[in-house]
């Protein structure tokens, strides 16, 4: 089955603790992008990889760091977190090019 | 700058209703314009989209229309049933090569039996 997987789905952490959320394609994808859903402003893009070793900033970088080593895998990283990091984070991938984008479930952060 | 606004929600509606949720986007060219639907607890599906002016996207009895003269992609079905309750964003394609979407602040639909 075609489908974008992320982990974990919930995540309660204190600021400062470093963490990582996973996101996988099986889709063999060139794209990949995360977000965060925050209510009243819609998605926001953080940071989006166009192929392996490609990455760039999207419209909310700030405290985020992502890497792409693998075609299929796009992490996203926390090094210090904060209150204001707490969100709701989808990752998506997409063709090179293609119009549909392919989110994952989705990963619920909570920030102490 | 590029940006998409949607309706105000909630959208409160009894079954077999009609539904109408307002989208309107700013832009310098024709990008492409999506609808987005996210049912409670799941990622965001793709439901419609269209990717030139005056193009119908269509999908499960919703449709939209891309309206470059007035610069709007409104979602409509004409009845509505209560398995339709979630929340529907519109968006549209980024400026550049970039691959990145543009969200409206999303709307939820609650459909009542």
């Known amino acids: 089955e075609a489908q974008v997987t992320q982990n974990p789905r919930y995540l309660i952490t204190v600021t400062g603790k470093k963490l990582t959320v996973t996101c996988s394609q099986n889709?063999?994808?060139?794209?990949m992008s995360w977000y965060r859903q925050d209510p009243g402003l819609g998605l926001r893009q953080i940071y989006y990889s166009m192929n392996v070793e490609v990455t760039d900033k999207g419209d909310v970088p700030e405290g985020y760091k992502v890497s792409r080593k693998e075609k299929r895998n796009f992490p996203l990283i926390l090094e210090s977190p904060s209150p204001n990091q707490t969100s709701l984070y989808f990752c998506a991938s997409s063709r090179q090019g293609g119009e549909t984008q392919y989110f994952g479930p989705g990963t619920r952060l909570l920030v102490l | 700058g590029d940006s998409v606004t949607q309706m105000e929600g909630p959208v409160t509606l009894s079954e077999e209703a009609f539904l109408t949720i307002n989208c309107t986007y700013t832009a310098t060219g024709y990008p492409s314009l999506f609808w987005y639907v996210q049912y409670p607890g799941e990622g965001l599906q793709l439901l419609l989209k269209a990717t030139k002016a005056d193009d119908k996207g269509s999908n499960k009895g919703f449709e939209a229309t891309y309206r470059k003269e007035t610069t709007s992609f409104h979602l409509e079905k004409g009845s509505v049933q209560v398995s339709d309750s979630a929340v529907y964003f519109c968006?549209?394609?980024?400026?550049?090569?970039?691959?990145?979407?543009?969200f409206g602040q999303g709307t939820t639909l609650q459909v009542k039996p």
């Open positions: 968006a549209r394609r980024g400026s550049g090569n970039t691959g990145k979407l543009i």
């Open positions: 889709m063999n994808h060139e794209y």
